[in-house]
């Protein structure tokens, strides 16, 4: 039963490809970010191309995976994948530029590093990125495509373990835990001990610490 209701999901979610084919697309590749919404760390982006015989049992919106069944799938995903592309943004250009622009930025980067070079994109939301190719923008799409999907897994995932790689950098804040999201937890420490490098400076819950902190420091002086 298990088997048989994954099976259906996943074919459920090939609509989108399905349509595009029919349409005369050939390499369409789906495109999302994971990394929107923390208080601290980059945004991370991907773009898969799958194959149509892709058998990635489990996948869905990131958001609805466990931890443990993302791990699962990310290295499936890689193997299966015809072509796949991943890219980083730092919390410098994201207080630089925007989250918004930050985060298409980072999708533009990874639909380039696709060899061979899709001819649709379909891309989670509802904004399109900077890019001659075709696109459909998809609200809700990590929920609607396959190959957004499993963007979504290889986006979280990848940056999940460079939020782990920052928790041995800067263990006071507890980034192998929230991954830089404002939990409560994350809000305390970053009132405790001020922000860190990889803080979003311009955000909501970081920016009013800065402004204590460089009072702090001027008083001092």
């Known amino acids: 039963m298990g088997m048989f209701y994954a099976l259906r999901m996943q074919r459920d979610l090939w609509d989108y490809e399905i349509k595009?084919?029919?349409?005369g697309y050939r390499l369409i590749a789906g495109v999302d970010e994971a990394g929107r919404g923390p208080l601290a760390g980059p945004v991370v982006a991907a773009a898969v191309v799958l194959p149509a015989d892709a058998i990635l049992q489990g996948l869905d919106d990131s958001k609805k995976l466990s931890p443990a069944k993302r791990e699962e799938l990310?290295?499936?995903?890689?193997?299966?994948?015809?072509?796949?592309?991943?890219?980083?943004?730092?919390?410098?250009?994201?207080?630089?530029?925007?989250?918004?622009?930050?985060?298409?930025?980072?999708?533009?980067?990874?639909?380039?590093?696709?060899?061979?070079?899709?001819?649709?994109?379909?891309?989670?939301?509802?904004?399109?990125?900077?890019?001659?190719l075709d696109q459909w923008a998809i609200v809700k799409g990590d929920s609607k495509s396959l190959s957004i999907a499993a963007a979504s897994v290889l986006a979280k995932v990848t940056r999940d373990h460079i939020m782990q790689d920052y928790h041995h950098l800067y263990p006071q804040y507890g980034f192998a835990r929230?991954?830089?999201?404002?939990?409560?937890?994350?809000?305390?420490?970053?009132?405790?001990?001020?922000?860190?490098?990889?803080?979003?400076?311009?955000?909501?819950?970081v920016a009013e610490y800065l402004n204590r902190e460089f009072l702090h420091a001027f008083f001092i002086k």
């Open 20 to 23: 595009a084919g029919k349409k």
């Open 74 to 132: 990310f290295p499936k995903i890689q193997t299966q994948a015809i072509a796949y592309g991943v890219a980083v943004v730092s919390p410098e250009v994201i207080d630089e530029i925007n989250i918004l622009q930050a985060a298409l930025l980072a999708m533009k980067q990874a639909v380039e590093q696709l060899k061979p070079v899709p001819d649709l994109l379909l891309i989670d939301g509802n904004q399109k990125i900077n890019s001659t």
């Open 178 to 205: 929230h991954k830089g999201y404002g939990t409560k937890l994350h809000r305390d420490l970053i009132a405790k001990h001020g922000p860190c490098p990889i803080h979003r400076n311009t955000f909501k819950g």
